[in-house]
């Protein structure tokens, strides 16, 4: 039996795809030996540790983040993205399973957030920061002006200098977890080693131990943020009016459904109510005597609700500080993707109606 000439060749690229995915991933987990870069990016390990370990423990201890029905929701988040995201049709495929994309959101953050803060599996961790950060630009922080403002181009690129050194051994659990296991095997950590079976040894022990402490601190991580989703409570709804679903009385122009009456709505002040076509909270406001205007209250950053500082004029999102013009919706100020929605409102009579 003859063999054909390329199943050699095909062979010999299936054996190196192995051998080059082998090194790339030890490569990953493997510490880079740069104590002075190690140091140097020690205060950016820690604030981004510990950046990412609180947005992980706020989504899961946060119930609402969760629940499809809230406002607040990722769920909600993703479809106030995926309009404008140039992955808008991955994120509409996506929204069925958003509790799901939820906790693998929350639960990726977290293992980045213990990754970087205690040094295990920084570079590992560093490309999660990096895809996490890049996934957010290309969604919720899409097209946020002016774009220097977008707190995740800040995150992928500070994550860079930690794909290439990772924790440099500095601070680092995993480099003590090393030294630890060459002390128990006699060889000292100061020696350069040039057995490759030993080396072997101590990376594959250390790469077993330090797993279990991950996994460990993973899990307690886990524990703390769903007993406090628990402990909080499911969440609370927001007062706001619920617009009748009655229609103006026959012959009255315009048509509409009825929000509230005009003596609600005092010049200068907002009426909060939930828009009945889309289920979303929306604010009225007479600017001046006579004259309406509605504002969808959902901010066009990642999706919170602004809350009302029409005194100060202004609608203020409690997330990420960004503001919009009271009378005109139009975005000012902070993180955001174009002004507020604005509804179809009149006043007939002594009542204001939604077109
Ligand atoms: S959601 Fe980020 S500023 Fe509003």
């Not at 950590?189 to 080396?199: D, I, T, W």
């Not at 409690?318 to 005109?328: I, L, R």
Request: glycine share 10%.
């Amino acid at each position: 039996m003859t063999i054909p000439a390329h199943f050699f060749t095909t062979s010999w690229i299936s054996i190196w795809k192995y051998v080059a995915m082998a090194s790339l991933i030890k490569r990953v987990f493997a510490p880079a030996n740069s104590l002075e870069a190690g140091r140097a990016l020690f205060p950016t390990r820690i604030f981004l540790g510990v950046m990412f370990i609180y947005a992980s423990l706020t989504k899961l201890t946060d119930a609402s983040f969760f629940d499809p029905t809230s406002q607040n929701s990722v769920a909600n988040q993703m479809r106030a993205s995926a309009g404008s995201s140039p992955i808008g049709f991955l994120l509409n495929r996506l929204i069925e399973h958003a509790t799901l994309v939820g906790y693998g959101i929350a639960v990726g953050e977290l293992a980045i957030g213990i990754g970087l803060l205690l040094g295990i599996w920084s570079r590992a961790a560093a490309i999660g920061l990096a895809l996490v950060s890049f996934s957010f630009l290309l969604t919720v922080s899409w097209g946020t002006t002016p774009y220097f403002l977008n707190p995740d181009l800040a995150y992928l690129t500070a994550a860079i200098p930690f794909i290439y050194v990772g924790d440099g051994g500095f601070m680092s659990l995993e480099a003590s977890i090393r030294n630890r296991v060459m002390r128990e095997l006699g060889v000292s950590s100061n020696k350069k080693l040039s057995n490759a079976p030993l080396e072997d040894q101590i990376e594959r022990r250390t790469l077993v131990k330090t797993g279990a402490v991950a996994g460990g601190l993973g899990l307690a991580g886990l524990a703390t943020g769903l007993i406090g989703k628990n402990l909080k409570g499911s969440p609370v709804a927001q007062p706001s009016a619920s617009v009748t679903p009655s229609t103006t009385p026959t012959g009255a122009v315009p048509s509409g459904t009825r929000i509230t009456s005009v003596a609600s709505v005092p010049v200068g002040t907002a009426f909060k109510f939930t828009d009945p076509t889309t289920g979303m909270p929306a604010y009225l406001m007479q600017p001046a005597t006579g004259k309406f205007v509605a504002y969808n209250a959902i901010c066009t950053h990642e999706g919170c609700i602004v809350n009302d500082n029409v005194a100060n004029g202004s609608f203020d999102c409690p997330c990420h500080g960004a503001q919009f013009d009271a009378a005109t919706g139009a975005h000012t100020r902070g993180p955001g993707r174009g002004d507020l929605a604005k509804l179809n409102v009149s006043a007939t009579g002594d009542s204001v109606y939604l077109a």
